[in-house]
């Protein structure tokens, strides 16, 4: 789609595209395509970051990624290979209102502030590397939900994605404490509450093998949601919004347990916090937040030997020149 920064795509058909040629070239050459899921969570998502650091420290780049709410802002920071990047933003920002707060609920019905986000920090606080993001052959998905069916939609980078990122405002759009964000005719929030792990999809677009990061720990069982009395009366307008929201907690779980089956079956490998976080999706304690991050570091730390065995079988795979 000319002008906005990421291109649609429908939900159940596999990315197409110009990027995508890309990825296309990536399996003629490698047989073995390595994803990488991310799940969302709000400031939980410092555990990605923790994780993705250590991933970037490794030099180790997926061939493919996809996020839903925070998952997809870390992501596009590990893509454009801004080590660091991504912790800075998730924590120097902690006690300007503009960042989450109040004050920017009361104001655009927003806790976080997402001008300052997505448009204020990329462009002038600690700039977003946009040419690297598109340069790198690794393609990019975002998940996001239509309010209008409650099911996802995805999204992929599109080279003039530095014009806008309504798309990544959308998937951080949580319902109840964000309105929904309209893009190219469509009306959308956050691409975790109808996809919340979206490993099908990566499987669906050719990933071989996914490297799950959850922002969860294993023995998490997400129950239904808390204010249904709110919500319901709030999105009354979008019926099958109020539906995905219902079923939000059925729907995580049965991913939980397909990632599980996944990881028996040698397909997955699965980065998950090994001990509860004890963090809101808001949280502004920064060494809470830093206590989050090392905790990612030292996870994918321990799981960096079999990640390390996968890209080892990536590079064989790649015939020599």
Not at 289 to 317: C, S
Request: proline share 6%; glycine share 10%.
């Amino acid at each position: 789609m000319p002008g906005t920064g990421l291109q649609r795509f429908p939900v159940n058909r596999p990315v197409r595209g110009g990027i995508r040629r890309r990825g296309r070239v990536r399996k003629e050459l490698a047989t073995l395509k390595i994803g990488l899921v991310l799940e969302g969570g709000g400031m939980r998502g410092l555990y990605t970051v923790g994780v993705l650091d250590w991933l970037m420290e490794k030099q180790f780049m997926a061939d493919y990624v996809i996020g839903v709410s925070a998952g997809a802002g870390n992501g596009s920071s590990y893509v454009s290979g801004q080590r660091g990047r991504s912790y800075r933003v998730d924590t120097a920002y902690l006690e300007d209102k503009r960042y989450v707060s109040l004050y920017n609920f009361i104001k655009t019905k927003s806790v976080f502030g997402m001008d300052f986000i997505f448009d204020i920090i990329p462009k002038h606080l600690d700039p977003f590397d946009y040419p690297a993001f598109l340069d790198n052959p690794c393609e990019f998905i975002t998940g996001v939900t239509d309010v209008h069916t409650g099911e996802p939609v995805y999204f992929g980078k599109q080279p003039d994605l530095g014009r806008q990122c309504k798309v990544l405002r959308a998937s951080a759009s949580i319902p109840l404490f964000a309105p929904p964000v309209t893009f190219q005719g469509g009306l959308y929030l956050d691409g975790g509450t109808s996809d919340p792990i979206p490993v099908r999809r990566a499987l669906a677009d050719g990933c071989d093998r996914v490297i799950v990061v959850l922002t969860r720990d294993r023995d998490y069982v997400k129950q239904p949601e808390s204010f249904r009395h709110l919500y319901h009366r709030q999105m009354r307008k979008y019926p099958k919004m109020i539906e995905a929201l219902d079923r939000r907690h059925e729907v995580y779980n049965e991913t939980r347990r397909y990632v599980d089956q996944l990881e028996k079956e040698g397909t997955a490998l699965v980065v998950a916090p090994s001990m509860p976080l004890s963090v809101s999706r808001f949280e502004k304690n920064k060494e809470n937040l830093n206590q989050v991050y090392r905790l990612g570091h030292m996870d994918a730390e321990n799981k960096w030997r079999a990640i390390e065995a996968w890209a080892k079988a990536r590079q064989a795979d790649c015939p020599h020149t």
